[in-house]
């Protein structure tokens, strides 16, 4: 099972320029994290925002979550074309037996 | 800090053989270990919940015959893909929580890419 849409699913920009990504989801959380992923790889964990924060900042990261309209965005300034990636959103139940519940992702490229 | 280790992180095999796959959590307890599954281009999807001395949770749409699922120890989760056919090709990575710190974020091995033949 899916949590939701990621938006946009792809997104192609210019090194130094910003890049978007918004996440939504269907059901209460306990936190949402965010996860990146290079082509075949595993997954990289870039950071964790809980419920009662609004929001999160982890370098050139910046994370937003808002609860009421169930969405979150991840913000990455000055991009590299190093943060081309797969980056996916997934929503923390928060219980000791439920699983991370992944959004379909969306696809950054970078180009210099 | 915690790791998850995986492996084989490749395999290829022929149709209708079997395929096992560890998880281990390295240093910490996992209570519950989670399988996902993806295809390319496509997102992680969730096949079944791990319990440690327990028969494992499957997903639905998710043959419990064809995905054997071991978790004996709190260390180690098996995932073994029966009878493996060339639709079954995909890469597959485990998640575990430390059961001390069940509140935070999960751990994930580094995944394994199956290719059936």
């Known amino acids: 099972s899916q949590q939701g849409e990621e938006d946009p699913q792809a997104l192609s920009i210019q090194e130094g320029e910003n890049a978007t990504m918004n996440c939504s989801y269907k059901?209460?959380?306990?936190?949402l994290q965010w996860y990146r992923q290079n082509s075949g790889r595993g997954l990289v964990h870039l950071i964790l925002?809980?419920?009662?924060?609004r929001e999160k900042h982890s370098g050139r990261l910046r994370v937003t979550l808002d609860t009421s309209k169930k969405s979150s965005s991840l913000l990455i300034t000055a991009s590299r074309a190093a943060d081309t990636a797969s980056y996916f959103c997934?929503?923390?139940?928060?219980?000791?037996?439920?699983?991370?519940?992944f959004g379909k992702g969306t696809t950054l490229s970078v180009s210099s | 800090g915690a790791v998850v280790s995986q492996h084989p992180s490749w395999v290829i095999c022929k149709s209708g053989t079997s395929v096992k796959i560890e998880c281990r959590s390295l240093?910490?307890?996992?209570?519950?270990m989670f399988w996902y599954r993806q295809f390319p281009k496509q997102s992680l999807m969730l096949m079944a919940t791990?319990?440690?001395?327990?028969?494992?949770?499957?997903e639905q749409g998710v043959e419990k015959d064809k995905f054997l699922i071991n978790h004996a120890s709190l260390t180690l989760s098996t995932l073994t893909v029966t009878s493996a056919h060339p639709e079954d090709s995909s890469f597959y990575i485990c998640?575990?929580?430390?059961?001390?710190?069940?509140?935070?974020?999960?751990?994930f091995g580094s995944g394994t890419q199956l290719s059936v033949l």
């Open positions: 998640s575990a929580r430390d059961r001390t710190r069940w509140n935070e974020k999960l751990f």
């Open positions: 059901t209460s959380i306990n936190n």
């Open positions: 925002i809980r419920s009662n924060e």
């Open positions: 997934a929503t923390d139940g928060g219980q000791a037996g439920t699983a991370l519940i």
């Open positions: 240093d910490f307890q996992a209570t519950t």
């Open positions: 791990s319990n440690e001395g327990s028969k494992a949770t499957y």
